[in-house]
């Protein structure tokens, strides 16, 4: 957490809180319910006595309502109280900041009060978004064309990426048919055949959806046989992955001359 610049959103507070104000917003929460919800989980993340934070906390959060015009009434008495007796500025000086720094921050916040003191005349309007529906789903089966045949796959396990502020970025653990075929496969073929893990990396990017057809699932199956924790496989079929995933069996991520696993043994 830090900040990089004198700009009210210059750091890294303000981006966080931003992003959990509209993600909530956007799913249709009131805006009381996501000032409380918010701080009970800021008061988690912070150590007590770093005031800093909380202050650029407090500014995030009176922007995003200002934004969609309705700030609290204790908020921006917060703001204006933290902002007129100088305590950010004083905070910045104590830990050594330039005086051009805290001159230029000093500026930023007197505009900011002003603009909050405001009425937005053009608030964000609370417009519902649909949930996000992901591309694939656990227990997918699918195909895709390599060259001039076609091979096949099915969705082991479904998972959201944790690269940060993309909220619908998901990654997929897989397991490979070893089937090529110069037609479409049938659900019974791609059961039938053997298939291997996607070692040494158990995440597959699926091609893009328009570039692969989905054959039917297997779902129902596959709950009761795997389960991933921490990007391990534990549960009935552990041994599976223990066996054929594992970076000392495979040579290549597609070594299928190893692979003597049947897809049915996945469910």
């Given at each position: 957490m830090g900040r990089w610049g004198a700009g009210i959103s210059s750091s890294d507070e303000y981006l966080d809180v931003k992003d959990e104000f509209f993600h909530r917003f956007y799913q249709g929460y009131a805006i009381s319910d996501i000032e409380?919800?918010?701080?009970?989980?800021?008061?988690?993340?912070?150590?007590?006595?770093?005031?800093?934070?909380w202050y650029e906390f407090y500014?995030?959060?009176?922007d995003c309502e200002w934004k969609c015009g309705m700030l609290s009434d204790w908020l921006l008495l917060k703001v204006e109280h933290?902002?007129?007796n100088k305590l950010s500025v004083y905070?910045?000086?104590?830990?050594?900041?330039s005086d051009s720094f805290a001159k230029a921050w000093s500026v930023t916040l007197d505009k900011f009060l002003a603009k909050i003191k405001t009425k937005n005349i053009k608030p964000i309007k609370q417009v519902i978004k649909k949930p996000y529906k992901p591309p694939f789903e656990t227990?997918?089966?699918?195909?895709y064309k390599v060259g001039d045949l076609y091979r096949a796959g099915i969705v082991v396990h479904?998972?959201?990426?944790?690269?940060?502020?993309?909220?619908?970025?998901?990654?997929?653990?897989?397991?490979?048919?070893?089937?090529?075929?110069?037609?479409?496969?049938?659900?019974?073929?791609?059961?039938?055949s053997q298939c291997h893990f996607n070692a040494p990396f158990p995440i597959f990017n699926i091609p893009p959806k328009n570039k692969v057809t989905i054959?039917?699932?297997?779902?129902?199956?596959?709950?009761?046989?795997?389960n991933i924790e921490n990007g391990k496989v534990v549960g009935e079929n552990s041994e599976v992955w223990d066996k054929y995933g594992s970076e000392e069996y495979f040579e290549t991520p597609f070594d299928f001359a190893k692979s003597d696993i049947l897809v049915s043994d996945l469910f």
């Open positions: 409380y919800s918010l701080i009970e989980d800021f008061k988690r993340q912070v150590i007590d006595g770093l005031d800093n934070v500014f995030a959060l009176a933290i902002i007129t905070d910045f000086i104590d830990r050594l900041a227990g997918d089966v699918f195909a479904r998972c959201q990426s944790d690269d940060g502020r993309n909220k619908f970025c998901f990654e997929y653990f897989t397991a490979i048919a070893k089937l090529e075929s110069e037609s479409i496969p049938s659900l019974s073929e791609i059961i039938k054959i039917g699932n297997i779902s129902s199956g596959l709950k009761t046989k795997f």
